[in-house]
């Protein structure tokens, strides 16, 4: 089969490893915008369950992955200035540009041509030289736009804003810190992902950005300011930009995942919201998913179908869990009037996934102490 493969990122490059593991003869393209080494954001996270399908899936980069990941099983929520601890939660943090350049080392390994610095305008042609064109080039994927007629695409720009940096300082837990200032309520989303650095997601609805006037300010000041915010969760680290920039939160949605032989991926696919810190799980989960699909039916339209039909009541499920946290977070300044636990209690049950009886399961201290001390 001849694939061509738009986007080299964790979706495209994985789906190509596994294609060609499952069959040498498969010549596989990839065609990437960015260089080797460019990458945007910090660190990703990936759950236990996730790296279970990893492993099964390739041994090889699972095993390089892992031995790259910090791990926690906890979720702190500060407010007010105390940290809530909840223990029981699975998940480990790896460096974005780490997992890029494992999966290009694996797509070397097994012989796939990765194109840096090479954009693919006319999609037509492209599709038509191929057995199988994938779109796995992001939120803002030309693959989508270029044919929306086929995918119809539902593109929602939510209201918050949001900033992505890093710090040297290392939030041992996935870390959920909330901040009250004049301007309005300032949300943090932390966790390590190395030795030495975290992932610093900063979080504000529309009011308090335009209170604190970063319309007018420019990055350096945008950065010293949020660094004032967090003084003192950030023990004296500064913020680290890498191209850090506001950015509004798009939610992604097809009506169609597929049209004969194209077929998106990833974030070009669906988008689900960083508070539930699953667009890199879910991206490589769908690789695994359209790969088992192709071994499933020969005929690709049919495969693609298959994939649709097998893969889009998974994703739904976890978009309406990351809906429903995103809408928490775009109301948080509602809830600031609870008391520490409560807020982390809240926060643990916000998408009604997780109830007090799975709750206390997970860690019956934890409930315990919030039905002692909360206002029932």
Known sequence: MKITIIGGGPAGMYFAVLMKKADAANEITIYERNGADDTFGWGVVFSGKTLSNLRAADDPSHAEITRNFEAWDTVDVVHRG????????????IARLRLLKILQRRCEELGIAINFRSEVADIGSSRTDCDLLVG????????????K?????DL???????????????????TLTFRETPAGVFAAHSYKFDKTTSTFIVECDPQTWQQAGFAEMSEEDTLRYLAGVFAPDLDGQPLLSNNSKWLNF??????????????LLGDALHTAHFSIGSGTKLAMEDAIALKQSCDE???VAAALRRFEEVRKPVIEDYQAAAYDSMVWFENARDYMHLSPIELAYVLMTRSGRVDRE??????PKFVAGYESRAKL
């Open 82 to 93: 105390e940290k809530i601890s909840i223990h029981g939660n699975s998940f480990s943090g």
């Open 136 to 147: 796995a080039d992001g939120v803002n994927s030309l693959v989508r736009d270029r044919c």
């Open 149 to 153: 007629h086929d995918f119809q695409p």
């Open 156 to 174: 929602s720009t939510r209201p918050n804003k949001y900033i992505w940096y890093g710090t040297n300082h290392l939030f041992h837990g996935l």
């Open 250 to 263: 798009l939610l992604v949605k097809n009506a169609r995942w597929s049209f004969e032989n194209v077929v």
């Open 297 to 299: 039916i020969s005929d």
């Open 358 to 363: 799975s709750l206390r399961r997970r860690d």
